[in-house]
Every structure is written in structure tokens, then in C-alpha cells.
């Protein structure tokens, strides 16, 4: 076999191992499945950026979210498919939504609505805002931010 059609099936070899690791997800869960799998659940996540968070999705629809020293209580409520948050100490009033996409056993991959990830980012789990994983099992999630 020539150098060129080794290169080629190296080439074609490596392709397919990266694709094989990618973690195509069809859709983000539904808000059945959000409260089957989260509710209920001590969350610790990331954002993209790096900094780290911490939230407690009660069973009531209520939340308590940490982040550095900073605690803040939420309500939860689903609208349409998306989780959407309001915190009575935000600055801001608005509720933060989310898409949540599950990325293996115990990982979870928040997407804003506004989020400019595309379907195809979505899928393949490129470009969240914020990924978590349940305290109470070692996480799943493979990113660089993870330590």
C-alpha cells in the first residue's frame, strides 16, 4: 500500500474514533424526564467559562442555588419544554430558561433559549452554558473545565 493510502486510512481511522466519542443526543428532555431525573437532585455544575456553581432541585419546584459565597432561592417552572428559574435576590426579574440535554449517565448540558449553539452544537454537546452532574454519583461529563 502506497504512503498516500496509508495517511488516507489513518486519516479515516481517527475520524471515526472522534465521532464514535461524540455524544450525539437527539433532543433535549422532555419536562417529564427533567423531573424524573433532576428533581429531587443536588446538582454541581460548570459554566462555560469555568466557574463553578452548585443547585438544589427540590421536589416542590424550588431551588437553592450557590455560587462562590452567594446563595440564592428559586421557583422552577416549565415553559413549553424549557426550565425556566426566577430568583427573588437576581437583580434581574426575568426567569432563566433552559434547554437540558443529557449527555450520559450523569450529565446534563444546560443550553439558554437565546443560546447561538445551533441543533447541530446541541446535539453533539458543543457550546452549553452550563453543564452539571448529580452529587451523589461521579459525574460522566468529559470537558476540560472538569477537574
Known amino acids: 500500500m502506497s504512503n498516500a493510502g ?16 461524540a455524544q450525539f443526543t437527539p433532543g433535549p428532555l ?5 423531573q424524573i431525573q433532576l428533581l429531587g437532585h443536588s446538582l454541581i455544575g460548570e459554566y462555560s467559562s469555568g466557574a ?7 421536589s416542590n419546584m424550588t431551588s437553592t442555588y450557590v455560587e462562590d459565597d452567594s446563595t440564592m432561592h428559586g421557583v422552577m417552572d416549565f415553559i413549553g419544554p424549557v426550565l425556566c428559574f426566577t430568583y427573588s435576590q437576581s437583580d434581574d426579574p426575568n426567569p ?14 444546560f ?5 447561538i449553539a445551533g441543533l447541530s452544537d ?22 476540560d473545565l472538569i477537574g
Open 6 to 21: 496509508i495517511i488516507f486510512l489513518l486519516f479515516v481511522s481517527s475520524l471515526s474514533n472522534s465521532l464514535a466519542q
Open 30 to 34: 422532555s419536562p417529564s424526564e427533567i
Open 52 to 58: 463553578r456553581w452548585s443547585e438544589q432541585l427540590h
Open 96 to 109: 432563566h430558561c433552559f434547554e437540558i440535554w443529557k449527555r450520559g449517565a450523569n450529565c446534563f448540558d
Open 111 to 115: 443550553y439558554g433559549i437565546d443560546d
Open 122 to 143: 446541541r446535539r453533539f454537546g458543543r457550546g452549553w452554558l452550563a453543564r452539571a452532574w448529580k452529587t451523589d454519583r461521579a459525574s460522566t461529563c468529559q470537558s
